[in-house]
């Protein structure tokens, strides 16, 4: 069963994993980020585990926690058919990680991904560029501090795209109103 | 068709709806494709919802040899500059249809990637809403430029003509309207 | 771009590789992808593919709506099997919640999702024969998909993006005259199939450029985390709907067609033959539907009933908050994944307590099945691409989100 799973990774890496738990029939651990490689390894190699496919390798973003970033890494086992969940921390000031692309072939474009939308490097990624947004874009969208509503634009456009909102932005109040229309 | 310009008055008055008649039934399409639009772009083009009763039947994947323009589903900023391209390529006479409400005015998707309507980028014929639009709804659309396109002048794409006259008579300098390079 | 260490001199002749950008806009009907492809003569020597030119926005804009107001968007996602998105994203919210939906609301939504997963997988065969120069398959496919949406329709109410699932339930029950309309539409779709496999399955042009195209190894497979059709085809015998069962696929019986070599061909025998077990499904769901309510008797998940929205303020203010406020969902994560049309579509769903998501990250089972993209494409000819893409079945609107 998956909670010996756990346990037995609990065991092994007993100072990288921070927390580990069973809610809503997830397998999760919650683990630092400096050992993910050699984590993922072992739950890869390890002949009974044999978590030969990453399902999702994603991030969310807590915004105003310490640490901000949790790289999500769901791995599953095709011939036990058993799930589980990797959460790594990272931090605001440093948002950086090992890159798994060498162990499984899904992990290179999601890593690509995760960069593109909240800005975390992957180290010893073999092509660590933009993959859904353009390489002009600046910032990382899906971030929490990242407004929804903003254009960066590739071609000169016709007119302006959002006529009222984008005036409305641009007007503070205690400022002459004349320059706004810009 | 620079001929149609230099004819006498009387004459293109009488071949203007003629011409018009030939171009507005038979539009040779370029479906731009890109969303969920496709899907009922794929509905009016087959058996049930037939696109080629109206004559517009052929999809010609080069610009080059299409003169409708039929921008179906999302246009976002990365793919702006492609559509642009496409556009110029198309030579005159041509017409775009901004099919769905992606298209016409970005949609529900108000946000960072995706362009807000398509006439930001080039000029837009017929807008269709619709999320997706009915295939009646396109053919309806598709009848609407129909109309349009009959009662064009001959005139409209006549910028050889209009730019001799208006530097004969002195109303524009010469050198501001040579091409750029 | 000249690499001498490639110049072949075949009869002395000066050769160099060739650059050709099959561009985001393209005749195959599948969606807005770039392929940069280096060619050696019709062989492809390097293959490298760029995604996003139908990048919306949408974990961004699910972030700021409230979870009834994510629906909208999941159909969009795979749009050419809209209602099994939705469920999947209501069996993910409903597990945050805590809740079971109502026996009825399971086969309901069997039912419902299998008829999308037909109509996704014709349109998949339709596409690929128009793809090889059949137009008459695409005919086919398209007007037996037409029968199902007049289906859809006169359920849901919209041909394409219904957004008929909700948290809890459903919007409305099935027609009182579905059974009917069901077996209209499924003898005709019945028909319809047999006129593609008699036209296809054993036609020499066909075969010649789908049989030995776009081969995987089962390893490269499962490393990739190829999921639906594209694994199966290779010999994995791995489907969401068999081993983890959810909503009533552990009480009717199927079975789930699997490939040996792992070509384009055999994906086109998968999809085939699934659409004969989702009809399969289909008929034993409708034989054994339960009577009962489709909503889940919850009224901090569900809408009341309308006679109570207007003749008591309970009813109202319960109205209100749901609208306004949204569903209040727990505190927490869990990734819950669901059969789509093609693959493991997985919700990634995070929770902080309030009516709006605070992440909806989605599993899309295109975005992994185009990550090695270069291992089908690369030592195969041009003409080679057409039907592995088209095997593929990647739809852009859930490659992109």
């Not at chain 1, 640490?67 to 599953?76: N, S």
């Not at chain 1, 692309?101 to 939308?117: F, I, K, P, Q």
């Not at chain 3, 599948?30 to 392929?35: D, S, W």
């Not at chain 3, 693959?343 to 185009?370: A, C, D």
Request: aromatic fraction near 10%; proline fraction near 5%.
């Amino acid at each position: 069963m998956s909670a010996s799973d756990i346990k037995r990774l609990v065991r092994k890496f007993k100072n990288d994993i921070v927390d580990s738990s069973e809610r809503l029939g997830m397998d999760t651990a919650l683990v630092k980020k400096d050992n993910i490689v050699e984590i993922v390894q072992f739950l890869k190699d390890d002949d009974k585990l044999a978590y030969n496919m990453l399902r999702h390798l994603t991030c969310v973003d807590y915004l105003h926690r310490e640490p901000r970033f949790e790289v999500i890494y769901v791995l599953y086992s095709t011939t036990n058919k058993q799930q589980v969940v990797l959460k790594a921390m990272i931090n605001a000031d440093d948002t950086t990680i090992d890159s798994i692309s060498h162990l499984y072939g899904s992990a290179n474009w999601a890593e690509r991904e995760v960069w593109d939308m909240y800005g975390i490097k992957f180290n010893h990624h073999p092509n660590m560029r933009r993959i859904l947004l353009y390489e002009e874009f600046e910032g990382h969208p899906l971030r929490k501090d990242y407004d929804k509503q903003t254009s960066q634009p590739r071609v000169q456009l016709l007119r302006q795209e959002r006529d009222a909102f984008e005036e409305f932005k641009t007007y503070h109040v205690g400022e002459s109103a004349e320059g706004s229309r810009s | 068709m620079g001929l149609e310009q230099q004819l006498p008055g009387f004459i293109t008055s009488k071949l203007e709806p003629a011409v018009n008649w030939a171009r507005k039934f038979s539009l040779f399409q370029y479906p731009f494709v890109t969303a969920c639009c496709g899907m009922e772009y794929m509905s009016v083009s087959c058996a049930r919802y037939d696109i080629a009763r109206f004559g517009a039947e052929i999809p010609r994947f080069s610009p080059r040899q299409a003169d409708l323009l039929f921008v179906v589903g999302t246009v976002n900023h990365k793919l702006a500059p492609f559509l642009r391209k496409v556009y110029e390529q198309m030579t005159e006479p041509k017409w775009v249809v901004a099919f769905g409400v992606c298209a016409s005015t970005g949609g529900f998707y108000d946000n960072y990637a995706t362009v807000q309507g398509i006439d930001k980028i080039i000029p837009v014929d017929i807008y269709i809403p619709g999320c997706p639009p009915r295939p009646e709804q396109v053919l309806d659309a598709l009848m609407a430029l129909q109309e349009k396109i009959q009662n064009e002048p001959f005139d409209k794409y006549a910028y050889e003509r209009r730019r001799q006259v208006a530097v004969a008579e002195g109303l524009v300098d010469a050198e501001r309207l040579k091409p750029p390079g | 771009m000249p690499d001498s260490s490639l110049d072949m001199d075949t009869a002395g002749i000066h050769t160099e590789p060739m650059l050709l950008n099959m561009g985001p806009s393209h005749p195959a009907m599948h969606g807005t992808v770039r392929m940069i492809l280096t060619l050696d003569g019709e062989t492809v020597i390097k293959c490298d593919a760029e995604i996003g030119y139908l990048h919306r926005g949408f974990e961004k804009e699910c972030e700021n709506a409230t979870w009834t107001q994510v629906f909208p968007y999941t159909d969009r996602l795979n749009y050419v099997s809209p209602l099994l998105n939705n469920f999947g994203f209501a069996l993910a919210v409903e597990k945050l919640l805590g809740i079971e939906a109502t026996p009825r609301c399971n086969y309901i939504r069997t039912i419902m999702g299998e008829i999308s997963r037909i109509g996704d997988h014709l349109t998949c065969l339709g596409a690929g024969s128009l793809e090889l120069g059949g137009f008459s398959g695409f005919l086919y496919a398209v007007e037996a998909r037409e029968h199902l949406y007049d289906l859809i329709e006169e359920v849901t109410g919209a041909r394409l993006t219904v957004s008929y699932g909700r948290v809890g339930g459903l919007k409305t029950d099935l027609t009182e005259d579905f059974a009917a309309r069901w077996a209209f539409a499924r003898e005709r779709v019945m028909r319809i199939w047999e006129d593609i496999n008699k036209l296809l399955t054993r036609n020499r042009i066909f075969l010649d450029r789908m049989e030995g195209t776009g081969v995987i190894s089962q390893a490269d497979a499962i490393s990739y985390g190829l999921t639906g059709p594209m694994l199966r085809s290779t010999g994995v015998d791995y489907d969401v709907r068999k081993d983890h069962p959810y909503f009533a696929y552990g009480d009717v019986d199927f079975d789930v067609p699997v490939g040996t070599h792992g070509d384009n061909f055999d994906r086109y025998q998968v999809r085939l033959e699934e659409i004969k077990q989702s009809m399969r499904i289909i008929d034993q769901a409708l034989a054994r539907l339960p009577d009962g309510p489709i909503n889940v008797d919850d009224p901090r998940v569900v809408l009341p009933e309308k006679e109570r929205v207007y003749n008591s303020i309970e009813g109202m203010i319960n109205h209100f908050k749901l609208v306004f406020e949204g569903i209040q969902v727990p505190a927490g994560e869990v990734y819950s994944y669901t059969e789509g049309g093609n693959g493991e579509l997985g919700f990634y769903v995070v929770s902080n307590g309030t009516g709006k998501p605070w992440k909806v990250g989605i599993r899309s089972p295109s975005f992994y099945n185009m990550c090695p993209i270069h291992k089908f494409v690369e030592g195969g000819m041009i003409a080679d691409i057409i039907p592995t893409f088209d095997g593929i079945n990647m739809i852009g609107g859930e490659i992109d989100r």
